[in-house]
């Protein structure tokens, strides 16, 4: 059973960072998408930004590009969400998700994590 652990969230400061933790569990992730989404209060699930397992290749939502990174660790089976100069608008659940390359759906997500960017 696959599971998706999140961590690193937390309050900061407008300007500040966090670095968010996926800890992935339960198979093996070669020819997986895992991804960032968020939440704000009130508002959809949108997403942050997604990387392949294997390949590394990364992609962001414009509001993001710039500021965040997102990365994996193959050894540890965790993927890292890096943020950097903090928005207010940037406050939201974090969530951990993932899929296979061959769909378009994210089967697997984590509990979610906390940001809260005070201005």
């Known amino acids: 059973q696959v599971q998706l652990v999140e961590s690193g969230g937390g309050l900061v400061q407008a300007g500040g960072s966090l670095r968010l933790s996926c800890a992935a569990s339960g198979r093996t992730f070669s020819g997986y998408v895992m991804a960032w989404f968020r939440q704000a209060p009130g508002k959809e699930r949108d997403f942050v930004a997604r990387?392949?397992?294997?390949?590394?290749?990364?992609r962001y939502t414009d509001s993001v590009k710039g500021r965040f990174t997102i990365s994996r660790d193959n050894a540890k089976n965790t993927v890292y969400l890096q943020m950097n100069a903090l928005k207010p608008e940037d406050t939201a659940v974090y969530y951990c998700a993932c899929r296979s390359l061959t769909t378009d759906n994210y089967d697997y997500w984590g509990q979610g994590t906390q940001v809260t960017v005070s201005s």
């Open positions: 990387i392949t397992w294997s390949g590394g290749t990364t």
